[in-house]
């Protein structure tokens, strides 16, 4: 583990972690990473870590992946940045053009974290009811376990308890229909019955409730704060015709699932389904520079359309469309489309199934699932802790990865070679067979 002591008791000191109690940097202290090469971090003794979870699920092409490091570098000797209210630049309008072409979804708004991509997509719905008549439609309905970002609105519609029930009195209420967490699923049920009998509750919640609500908001096939819940697509197709025939928008946050984590460049191409609002951020700069786009359809944007200020949308972020971020965003669509990327890891994924064919026969692992380029499975017998122990005894294997509560999930940068994984599934047996784990 790393033992830079001066570095470790200075960010005790000055830096307040994200989502972290900091008392507990004592016992875990954070990785010192002094630099990253493809899916390896290296910490300020030269040992290296497999970012097995690609730094918080951004990382697609690796750390300093010389392609997004060009186009970066050949953007800075342009221009940096500039203001997108009242200017334009040729790398924002590039990326709005090509994430038309790629979504179905002509209109392409900024933000810089997934969180403001939220925002953006809840306020554009509501105010899209209220420009067109229907100002009682500003209601949010979401899922059980979803998680949609942290800041106030973001919050409202997510429904993870330790994010959320401190703040409680200061968000704005939202409903929850049920999960099709196909983990919930009756014993014998398929995971697509449930996903449909699912559907039936979004059902009967629209019949009520659809005069007072604006968007279902919707994390595609993969709830991942919630641990990586996968359900089936069946549920997003029933979910896109229920939200038409009830005037309700669909709003799919790929923030998490988007660019390839899923199999495919976007989750909801599983469901042939199209969104009214799609909330894109983490992989969409290829890890590197905080970035976030809402897509939207003809309707909404001409309804925003006219004479009156007020009725245009009236959001802004001072970095809104920031010309670096939009090159790095620019690559990485290059790369996809140059190294044929989605088909690329189709083979990948199956290799990785393979060798990850040990760890879902381990006698603690249960649920053991997998989508796309993620891997994931609870620990039968977890007990408190179980989190923070995983995370150091990967560590001291060379790999860094993060459970949430009992869950293991692996969610590797596109770059991880057989050879790397195959290093990962020996750690987590390791991890699993440790009985101080
Ligand atoms: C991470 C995430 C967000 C929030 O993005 P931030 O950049 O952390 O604000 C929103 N929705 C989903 C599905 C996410 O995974």
Redesign the pocket.
């Known amino acids: 583990m790393a033992t830079d002591k001066n570095l470790l008791s200075r960010t005790r000191a000055a830096v307040w972690h994200p989502c972290t109690q900091m008392k507990e940097l004592d016992a875990t202290p954070p990785l010192a990473v002094a630099r990253g090469e493809g899916p390896w971090l290296v910490d300020t003794e030269g040992r290296r870590y497999l970012d097995a979870i690609s730094s ?2 951004v990382n697609l092409f690796g750390h300093c992946n010389p392609r997004i490091n060009a186009a970066i570098t050949d953007q800075l000797g342009k221009i940096e940045h500039v203001m997108l209210a009242g200017a334009t630049h040729e790398p924002v309008v590039e990326l709005s053009e090509r994430l038309a072409r790629l979504t179905g979804l002509g209109h392409a708004f900024y933000g ?7 925002e953006i997509a809840l306020k554009m719905s509501a105010h899209f009811w209220r420009n067109t008549g229907l100002p009682e439609k500003n209601g949010f309905v979401s899922l059980k376990n ?6 106030l609105g ?1 919050l409202s519609v997510t429904d993870i308890p330790l994010f959320k029930s401190t703040y409680a009195p200061l968000l704005r209420h939202t409903m929850q229909v049920p999960t099709p967490d196909a983990r919930l699923a009756a014993p014998g049920e398929s995971a697509e019955a449930y996903a449909l009998r699912c559907a039936d509750a979004l059902e009967a919640h629209l019949a009520v409730h659809a005069a007072t609500t604006a968007a279902f908001i919707v ?1 595609p096939l993969v ?3 919630a641990g990586m819940a996968m359900y089936h697509p069946a549920y997003l197709k029933r979910a896109r015709e229920l939200c038409t025939r009830h005037r309700v928008h669909l709003i799919a ?5 988007g660019f390839g984590r899923t199999g495919t460049l976007f989750a909801c191409e599983q469901a042939n389904i199209r969104p009214d609002f799609i ?1 894109l ?2 992989g969409i700069t290829g890890g590197y520079l ?1 970035l ?1 786009a809402v897509l939207t359809t003809d309707a909404v944007y001409a309804a925003f359309y006219g004479d009156a200020t007020a009725r245009g949308f009236l959001h802004s972020h001072s970095y809104t469309g920031n010309p670096l971020a939009c090159r790095a965003a620019l690559a990485v669509l290059d790369l996809f489309e140059h190294d044929d990327v989605i088909a690329a890891n189709r083979v990948k994924a199956d290799e990785f199934s393979g060798i990850l064919a040990a760890v879902a026969a381990h006698p603690r692992v249960r649920h053991f699932r997998h989508l796309g380029m993620i891997w994931a499975f609870e620990a039968t017998d977890a007990s408190a802790g179980f989190s923070a122990r995983f995370h150091r005894a990967a560590l001291a294997h060379g790999v860094f990865l993060r459970p949430i509560g009992h869950t293991v999930y692996v969610m590797p940068p596109y770059v991880t070679t057989a050879d790397d994984m195959r290093g990962l599934a020996k750690a987590v047996l390791a991890c699993l067979d440790d009985p101080a784990v």
């Open positions: 918080w699920w810089s974290d997934g969180a403001s991509a939220t979803g998680y949609h970002g942290e800041t973001a994390e709830q991942g704060a946050d790929e923030i998490a699932v909330c951020s983490k905080p976030a």
